[in-house]
């Protein structure tokens, strides 16, 4: 299964476009900071990842506002057939609990 939750920050974020096939898509940098259980102790973990909305969801993303706190739902996926980075798909979010 693919499929990732995160909860973190939209640090920064392009404008809405379309994809050649007419799909809107927004693309994206996400941020989180948390502190997880890991060997017995707690290590603090930051990190930056890349992410898009495409579809329906795309126009409700570029509206979000940026630095709030967001729950995120998507899977990750190649940036394209011949890259080895990730890119993580966002297919829903809503405000962090």
């Known amino acids: ?14 404008i809405l476009r379309y ?8 693309s994206a940098i996400l941020a989180h ?6 060997a017995g102790g707690m290590r603090k973990v930051e990190f930056e990842v890349p992410a898009l909305a495409a579809g329906e969801i ?6 979000a506002e940026l630095g709030a706190s967001l729950q995120f739902t998507g899977f ?13 798909h966002i297919i829903d979010f809503s405000a962090a609990a």
């Open 76 to 88: 990750l996926a190649r940036k394209n057939r011949n890259s080895k980075a990730l890119v993580f």
């Open 1 to 14: 299964m693919n499929q990732l939750q995160l909860t973190g920050t939209i640090l920064e974020r392009d």
């Open 19 to 26: 994809t050649p096939a007419g799909v809107p898509i927004v």
């Open 33 to 38: 900071a948390s502190e997880q259980a890991e």
């Open 58 to 63: 795309s126009g409700r993303f570029s509206r």
